[in-house]
C-alpha cells in the first residue's frame, strides 16, 4: 500500500515515531554529559585535580556525547552512516594535519597539564631557568599559570620596579629548573 493512500492516522504516525526517536536520542545524550559532569565533580572533589584541568576535560567530554548524539540524529533522519563516517575521517585527517603544524603550542598545552597535575612548581613560589651553569636565566615569583604561559614577576637589581615575564610552559620541561617555596626566599 502506497504512504499516500493510508488512512490520515497513520499517515502521521511514521514521522511522529521518528521525532520520538529524535527527542528520546538528545534527552539520552543530554543526560550521559550530565552525569559525566556529575562524577568529574565528584572526582574534584575527591581527588585534588585543579579546575583548569576539569574544565576543559568536562567540555571536551560534552561535545563528544552531544557530537554522538547529533550524528545518530542524522542516522535516524537517513543521513548514510558511510557518508558520515567518510566526512568525520576526512576532518580527523585535516585536524591531524592542523595539529602537526601547530605543534608548539600542543607542546604548551602538554606541557600545562604536566605542571598542574605533577606539580613541579606553585603559584607564589620563585623559579629560576637556567640557561647554563655560569649563565642565569629568567628569575621571578610565579603569579599565574594557564595553558599556555606561566607569568613572573622579575624584580630588577637595583629595586626601582619589577617586570612581569611570560614564560612559554615548554621551557619548563626543556631547561634546568631552580625553585624556592612560597616565602623562602625573594627574587
Do not use: H
Not at 626601582?160 to 612560597?182: A, D, E, K, Y
Amino acid at each position: 500500500m502506497d504512504a499516500l493512500q493510508l488512512p490520515l492516522p497513520a499517515q502521521w504516525i511514521a514521522p511522529i515515531w521518528v521525532a520520538l526517536q529524535i527527542l528520546l536520542i538528545l534527552l539520552a545524550g543530554y543526560f550521559a554529559q550530565r552525569f559525566v559532569a556529575k562524577c568529574l565533580n565528584r572526582l574534584g572533589e575527591r581527588y585534588p585535580f585543579p579546575p583548569q584541568l576539569l574544565m576543559p576535560l568536562r567540555g571536551g567530554l560534552r561535545w563528544l556525547i552531544m557530537g554522538s548524539a547529533l550524528i545518530f540524529v542524522l542516522e535516524r533522519l537517513g543521513v548514510s552512516a558511510t557518508v558520515l563516517w567518510t566526512a568525520l575521517s576526512g576532518f580527523v585527517a585535516v585536524a591531524a594535519v592542523a595539529f602537526f603544524a601547530m605543534w608548539s603550542v600542543l607542546s604548551n598545552l602538554l606541557c600545562a597539564i604536566l605542571i598542574f597535575t605533577v606539580g613541579p612548581f606553585r603559584l607564589g613560589d620563585v623559579v629560576e631557568l637556567v640557561d647554563t651553569v655560569d649563565k642565569p636565566g629568567v628569575k621571578g615569583r610565579v603569579v599565574a599559570i594557564n595553558l599556555l604561559y606561566t607569568t613572573l614577576i622579575e624584580v630588577e637589581e637595583a629595586g626601582t620596579g619589577s617586570v612581569m615575564v611570560q614564560v612559554p610552559n615548554s621551557l619548563f620541561f626543556q631547561r634546568s629548573v631552580r625553585r624556592w617555596r612560597g616565602s623562602d626566599v625573594l627574587p
